[in-house]
């Protein structure tokens, strides 16, 4: 699976590691996601998008259905944008919905 | 089961036919490759070849190859007789299109019981067949339901629409419309569901029939008891409503961007609102310059409670309004670079001489040509519309 996390000062910290994130794995990031929230033992997520240079509806939508699943409780960050994914956020506006900080630390140290 | 028997030994043949029939199969008989192509093409029903590997003209693994290059609209399980126990000739047999294989001298109970498997596989696949064949024509009366929902061509009320469509694969999840809306407004929008397929596409189809002014009242116009009795709802409620009408749910994300605008046909005077979509494009006439229309906007039913944008802009009579969606930025060439909305604006920049006819094939002909193909990863869709007062 493409998708790694790792515990870091109360984060998990959620790492992509495709350069693409679109219809062919969002559904798998999407349910990567779900089972970290339901088995997870920190709902404090940081997802590091370094990676991706391409994201289109379907990834926009496995982040979404995700803060949608958290329900407000606990926090969903995302970090190191490259700037094609900028665009599609700025796009789309997700900057009302995330918190998105340039590197995972400055996520983290975010409050 | 309709069987044919190649074999170029009389005796054996016969044989062969006798105890088949007596199974109860109806028996074909050749005496070689050639033969027996010709039965199978005048006998479309056989579904399983017994050949001899070794015969004169044509033999059995010849004949093999032949069936597999055919035009034979259905599959035809080929067994393999053979005297050739060594497992060289087995192994080159299954890969020259052979399904089974069957020792000399035969062995009846075993060709009943390989017989058997091969009518298994046969059944199998007819069925499957049978499946995607109703699913396709499934498909394609939704396609065609959905071609059916799109607006003709049109001039209304000084603003000509014209648009192009190209769904991707059978069925996408792009929409778009216009209509009057009163004596002097108009109301048109591009939209585009998340994902493709009958999900996207059911998706799309009710969002055409949300979005249509039916003279009672609707999600686009406000209806009174006294007069004016209506008034028509500005583009940024049309989208909070639809945001609070289909909020999309975690386990299925069914969500979609949309440009909304209303123009004002008399005087010129567009508002646009847009929920996570490409920047329509405004084609200024007089100094033939593209511009964005830019306003941010959540996409509908990502999360509830957003509100969206007005932005307002005046045409001068000529200016042109290019809607679209992402299908046409995204269009990957052969090498994986994207069409592009520098690409989009130049092109669109070279157009004020043209007609909206004559845009339109100029933008389909730029990205087929980049594209280098017919088949799109994702719907191709646009809606240009002129201000001619």
């Known amino acids: 699976m493409p998708f790694e996390s790792k515990s870091e000062a109360g984060y998990t910290i959620i790492s992509i590691d495709e350069t693409r994130l679109d219809a062919s794995i969002s559904e798998s990031f999407r349910v990567y996601l779900f089972d970290q929230i339901e088995n997870g033992s920190s709902n404090m997520m940081v997802i590091d ?31 190191a944008a490259q700037p094609a994914v900028l665009d599609l956020f700025n796009l789309t506006s997700m900057d009302k919905l995330f918190t998105i900080l340039p590197t995972v630390t400055e996520a983290i140290e975010e409050k | 089961m309709d069987i044919l028997i190649v074999e170029d030994a009389r005796d054996q043949r016969m044989m062969l036919a006798v105890v088949l029939k007596k199974q109860g199969h109806r ?30 003209n044509m033999d059995g693994i010849a004949l093999c190859e032949a069936i597999r290059k055919s035009h034979i609209g259905c599959y035809v399980y080929f067994m393999l ?7 060289q000739a087995v192994v080159e047999g299954i890969n020259r299109g052979a399904d089974d294989f069957i020792n000399k001298p035969i062995d009846f109970d075993e060709l009943s019981a390989r017989l058997n498997a091969g009518i298994r596989i046969i059944e199998l696949k007819a069925a499957l067949e049978n499946k995607i064949d109703t699913i396709e024509k499934d498909l394609a009366s939704a396609a065609e339901t959905q071609s059916r929902l799109l607006s003709e061509p049109a001039k209304i009320q000084h603003v000509d629409f014209n648009w192009y469509f190209k769904p991707s694969r059978f069925l996408g999840g792009d929409m778009f419309g216009y209509q009057a809306l009163d004596g002097e407004t108009l109301s048109f929008y591009q939209l585009d569901v998340a994902g493709h397929g009958i999900p996207s596409a059911l998706f799309s189809f009710s969002l055409n029939n949300i979005l249509r002014e039916n003279g009672s009242g609707s999600l686009v116009k406000e209806s009174f008891n006294d007069p004016p009795f209506y008034r028509v709802k500005s583009p940024d409620e049309v989208l909070v409503s639809l945001n609070e009408q289909f909020q999309a749910k975690p386990e299925a994300m069914l969500y979609f961007t949309i440009a909304y605008g209303v123009i004002n046909s008399r005087t010129g005077s567009v508002t646009i609102s847009q ?31 957003m509100t969206y944008e007005n932005v307002t802009i005046q045409l001068q009579p000529g200016d042109r309004l290019f809607l679209y969606s992402d299908g046409v930025t995204e269009c990957e060439n052969s090498t994986g670079d994207m069409f592009g909305e520098e690409r989009l604006e130049s092109l669109l920049g070279n157009t004020f001489d043209n007609s909206i006819e004559a845009i339109i094939s100029r933008v389909d002909q730029s990205i087929h040509s980049w594209k280098g193909a017919d088949v799109f990863e994702d719907d191709v869709n646009f809606l240009v519309l002129e201000w001619q007062p």
Do not use: C, Q
């Open chain 2, 81 to 87: 007789l053979t005297g050739k126990s060594d497992r």
């Open chain 2, 275 to 305: 929920a996570g979509h490409p920047s329509p494009l405004w084609l200024k006439s007089h100094s033939k310059t593209v511009e964005k229309i830019s306003s941010g906007g959540v996409p509908i039913g990502m999360m509830p409670g």
């Open chain 2, 27 to 56: 028996v074909f008989e050749a005496s070689d490759g050639y033969e027996a192509l010709n039965i199978l093409e005048s006998h479309p029903n056989i579904r399983i070849v017994i050949s001899d590997w070794m015969m004169p």
């Open chain 1, 49 to 79: 998008l370094s990676l991706v240079r391409f994201m289109d509806s379907s990834g926009l939508g496995a982040l979404v259905a995700t803060l949608k699943k958290m329900g407000g409780e606990g926090s969903l960050k995302l970090a």
